[in-house]
């Protein structure tokens, strides 16, 4: 089952990986085609009725591969406003194969004839409300028609995702969708086929540029709603918070506050005047910070607990205590991985980013190869009931609830430098306060390893810093 949401998704990481578009919609148009012949008689008469988006390009595909049945095409509305290229260098080539093809201007030239069959190409997944005209007196048309309908994709009019009709939608006989079924085609009554496109299964596994879709500020958002984050960290450290909050801030987030020690905070807010720090007594974390923490994180949506936190076992049974209690969504890094097998059962809903020790401190064994670790990150995922990012030349990242694996390929062995853990921990906090977890989790791998290819480009070796400075713009690219 997929979502329209998520099948744009994987459509345009099908491009990333060199299959376009138009490639999916001979397949389609195709696959259509095929249903279309179970269904007809050698000398039926067909029509085909198309709109003016990639539904209609679909229809137009399944027209050259009909020509036994000497196809008529009505088009919805002018050639002209065809919206898409490629829907539009299909309509061409009916054009120019002399098909036989008419542009219905409006609702007064919807006869449709008496067909035997229809192929309603009308609308589909990009259907925004009610069908207008001509659109919705073509469904009625083809509801009173006697002839057999065959659907392409979704019966016009339906929404694919919940199945609901705004005011009128077709009555298909046969509704051929892509690649895998949509909700909206449930009801036991519709009878859907479910056609292979070529989408290869890689699509829904890598994380490439269609997942970038999934990030987007709504236009009139106000500050604070693209993302609030706390960063809990430092003591030993200083640098590490610091880079964590600045690559939170420069992925989107809109507040970033640093929880550090006393003795540290100075040196964190003096990295950059966009943090805001909040002070906890003493030179490391401990037990007595647990309680103002846990008010803290309640007031963002995100909390990054870990980065320059240091191993001290008080610092360490603070992280805990923190864990166990805290109810929001936490980004586990670095030194406190070690203790979330034994704070599993907190309300929480983490996303922890070990690299290959500390996976193996959560109990883990990762396995040399990432189609192995594919089963290794699952497996400790699902036992803890996290979301894991086992960071490595191959990022593998786990749903530990719904079991959904992706892998990130990007990255550059420049990266290997100190700090860009931190940085990658910041990315994620920033995304996890405006997505799921394992969405996450896997843009910001992704978007992390974007931005080091981008500096190593420029220089022969990298600083976590370069890594900040380009978060910004492969995020835009
Ligand atoms: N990955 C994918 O999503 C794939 C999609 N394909 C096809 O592409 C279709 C989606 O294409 P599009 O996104 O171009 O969208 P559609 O072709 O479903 O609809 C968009 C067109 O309909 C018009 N429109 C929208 N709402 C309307 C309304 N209420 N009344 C009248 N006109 C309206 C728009 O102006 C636009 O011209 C799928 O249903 C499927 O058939 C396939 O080719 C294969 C892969
Ligand atoms: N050889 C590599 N090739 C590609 N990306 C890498 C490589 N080594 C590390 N990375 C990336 O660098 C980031 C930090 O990983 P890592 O260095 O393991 O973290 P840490 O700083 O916690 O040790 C991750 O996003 C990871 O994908
Ligand atoms: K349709």
């Known amino acids: 089952m997929i979502t329209i949401e998520e099948m744009a998704v994987v459509d345009a990481n099908a491009a990333a990986l060199g299959v376009p578009r138009k490639q999916l919609m001979e397949s389609s148009g195709r696959a259509v085609a095929r249903v279309v012949r179970e269904h007809a008689e050698p000398d039926d008469d067909v029509v085909i009725v198309a709109g003016r988006g990639n539904n209609g390009g679909d229809s137009f595909v399944a027209t050259r591969f009909l020509d036994a049945y000497d196809p008529t095409v009505l088009l919805l509305g002018r050639a002209k406003t065809i919206s898409t290229e490629i829907s539009w260098e299909n309509w061409v080539a009916l054009n120019r194969g002399e098909y036989d093809i008419r542009e219905a201007r409006d609702s007064r030239d919807l006869d449709l004839g008496t067909p035997d069959l229809i192929v309603d190409g009308i609308l589909g997944t990009g259907v925004r409300g009610a069908p207008r005209e001509p659109a919705h007196t073509a469904i009625e048309r083809i509801n009173e028609s006697d002839g057999t309908v065959v659907s392409v994709d979704v019966p016009s009019g339906m929404d694919a995702n919940s199945g609901?009709?705004?005011?009128?939608?077709?009555?298909?006989?046969?509704?051929?969708?892509?690649?895998?079924?949509?909700?909206?085609?449930?009801?036991?009554?519709?009878?859907?086929?479910?056609?292979?496109?070529?989408?290869?299964?890689?699509?829904?596994?890598?994380?490439?540029?269609?997942?970038?879709?999934?990030?987007?500020?709504?236009?009139?958002?106000?500050?604070?709603?693209?993302?609030?984050?706390?960063?809990?960290?430092?003591?030993?450290?200083?640098?590490?918070?610091?880079?964590?909050?600045?690559?939170?801030?420069?992925?989107?987030?809109?507040?970033?506050?640093?929880?550090?020690?006393?003795?540290?905070?100075?040196?964190?807010?003096?990295?950059?005047?966009?943090?805001i720090t909040t002070p906890l007594t003493g030179d490391r974390l401990d037990s007595d910070h647990v309680t103002s923490l846990l008010e803290a994180a309640a007031e963002v949506d995100v909390a990054v607990l870990g980065p320059g936190l240091g191993a001290h076992d008080e610092s360490l049974a603070a992280a805990q205590s923190f864990i166990s209690s805290f109810d929001g969504t936490c980004v586990v890094d670095a030194d406190p991985l070690g203790v979330v097998p034994d704070a599993a059962d907190t309300d929480a809903s983490l996303v922890c980013t070990p690299h290959a020790g500390e996976f193996r401190r959560m109990g883990g064994d990762p396995s040399d190869s990432w189609r192995d670790r594919m089963d290794d990150v699952r497996t400790l995922a699902t036992d803890l009931g996290v979301t894991v990012l086992l960071k490595g030349r191959y990022d593998v990242i786990a749903d530990g609830s719904t079991g959904r694996t992706r892998v990130n390929r990007s990255g550059t062995p420049e990266m290997t430098v100190g700090g860009t853990g931190d940085v990658l921990a910041g990315i994620v906090g920033a995304f996890a306060s405006v997505l799921d977890p394992i969405h996450a989790a896997a843009i910001g791998a992704y978007i992390n390893g974007r931005a080091g290819e981008r500096a190593s480009n420029e220089r022969a070796s990298i600083s976590p810093l370069d890594l900040i400075e380009n978060v910004p713009v492969v995020l835009d690219a």
């Open 164 to 275: 609901t009709v705004a005011s009128v939608a077709v009555d298909a006989d046969h509704t051929v969708t892509f690649h895998d079924m949509k909700p909206g085609l449930e009801s036991p009554e519709q009878s859907v086929t479910v056609a292979d496109i070529g989408i290869p299964a890689m699509a829904d596994t890598l994380v490439e540029r269609g997942d970038l879709l999934r990030l987007g500020r709504a236009p009139n958002s106000h500050k604070g709603d693209n993302g609030t984050v706390l960063v809990i960290g430092g003591g030993p450290y200083t640098g590490a918070p610091a880079l964590t909050a600045q690559a939170a801030l420069a992925a989107g987030a809109d507040i970033v506050r640093v929880a550090c020690p006393t003795a540290v905070a100075e040196t964190v807010q003096s990295f950059n005047e966009g943090l």
